[in-house]
């Protein structure tokens, strides 16, 4: 019966890639018809599994966006790669959890792989820790949540021990144009969008490095300082060089938000456009953009990787004893259990290779 499955699904979606570039890119029923095509009464007996696929494949399938449709262009969304698709079945089929080593030795270790191509890639310093996430707001969140626990170690403070109630106050600078996962991952953290010091932007969305200047030096006490690679709506990237610098003499904590940006540091052609990146603490970026592997494939990266190793201390017993020698993933992300991303080793390799080819330089 597997078989018989797994062969009708492939063919379907194999039908979909194949007829792919042919289609409407949008979608072509209304929400009322798209709604009357799946919603039913919850059954009293159930189908066969084949009937059930082929029931959502032809409810859904009109409500689809194309976007991996050569003439998509809409918002920054990449279309997944034939070998990134090919990657997330056996992963879905492999059905591994990568909370810890004794759960997946397997996805421990292609994560671990993972990381040290994205690194290098990136051209970031390679002993910074990583973690897989589900997008840049889960990495911005992991990323920020860190650099709270430090800035606030460095003014004596354990936010891990006494939480934020008596805490000193944290400044928060970032352009008025960034983005707003930002200011999410502010709130969730729960540090308060008030704590916010806006920077004025030029016309593209770029922080005014004269305005940035004077807003750190108003700055008393833990500062954290959220760069942008990539403005979402203008592709405009803020002066990192110069602002990373100021803010290293000023003691702050500098995160970069390169959701989609930040690939630009694999490219000789237009790598000057984050100079100076690699000196940040912390970086945010997406593999189902430029890399092109399916949702959902986030990546936070810290430069200190011990504080990055110790956001969460709890440990679940029946997880076993924790061995240093082996990666586990709940130490870098948030979540515990979590499938492997094994399509992001597919999408980065296949970004190397382009690379090195001499594609997008």
């Known amino acids: 019966m597997i078989k018989k499955l797994l062969t009708h699904t492939a ?34 007996t159930g189908e ?60 421990a270790v292609v994560e671990e792989i993972v990381g040290q191509w994205l690194l290098d890639l990136l051209g970031l310093p390679h002993d910074s ?8 707001q889960m990495a911005h969140f992991t990323a920020l949540s860190v650099a709270r626990n430090v800035v606030l170690q460095k003014q004596g403070w ?45 016309e593209q969305g770029r922080m005014r490095l004269s305005d940035f200047k004077k807003a750190l030096e108003i700055c008393r ?16 990237f803020d002066p990192m060089a110069e602002i990373i610098a ?13 959701a989609f940006g930040l690939w630009a540091a694999a490219s000789p052609r237009f790598r000057h456009l984050v100079a100076g990146v690699a000196e940040a603490d912390s970086w945010a970026t997406d593999g189902h953009k430029w890399l092109n592997v399916p949702y959902d494939s986030g990546v936070v990266m810290i430069r200190d990787s011990v504080a990055h190793q110790n956001l969460k201390t709890a440990h679940c017993a029946y997880a076993g004893n924790t061995d240093n020698r082996f990666r586990d993933g709940s130490q870098w992300a948030p979540e515990n259990s979590r499938r492997a991303r094994v399509c992001a080793l597919c999408g980065a390799a296949e970004f190397g290779q382009r690379r090195r080819a001499g594609i997008g330089r």
């Open 158 to 202: 354990d936010a891990d021990a006494y939480g934020l109630q008596g805490a000193p106050v944290i400044n928060i600078i970032c352009g008025e144009c960034c983005h707003a996962t930002v200011h999410s991952a502010v709130r969730l953290m729960g540090l308060g969008t008030q704590n916010i010091r806006p920077v004025p932007a030029d």
């Open 48 to 107: 066969t599994p084949e009937e059930a696929i082929q029931a959502l494949t032809a409810g859904v399938e009109p409500g689809l966006v194309h976007n991996a449709n050569p003439r998509y262009f809409g918002f920054v969304i990449g279309g997944a790669t034939p070998v990134s698709v090919a990657a997330d079945w056996l992963t879905s089929v492999w059905n591994q959890n990568a909370q810890v080593y004794l759960t997946s030795p397997a996805a």
């Open 129 to 136: 820790g990583v973690g897989l996430v589900t997008g840049t």
């Open 246 to 258: 100021l803010s290293k003499k000023h003691g702050a904590w500098v995160h970069v938000d390169g």
């Open 11 to 44: 063919e379907a979606a194999i039908q979909y890639r194949q007829t792919l570039a042919g289609r409407p890119v949008g979608v072509t029923v209304t929400h009322a018809e798209l709604l009357a095509n799946v919603k039913k009464d919850l059954p009293e």
């Open 221 to 236: 006490g833990p500062t954290i300082v959220c760069v942008q690679a990539g403005n979402v709506n203008t592709g405009a």
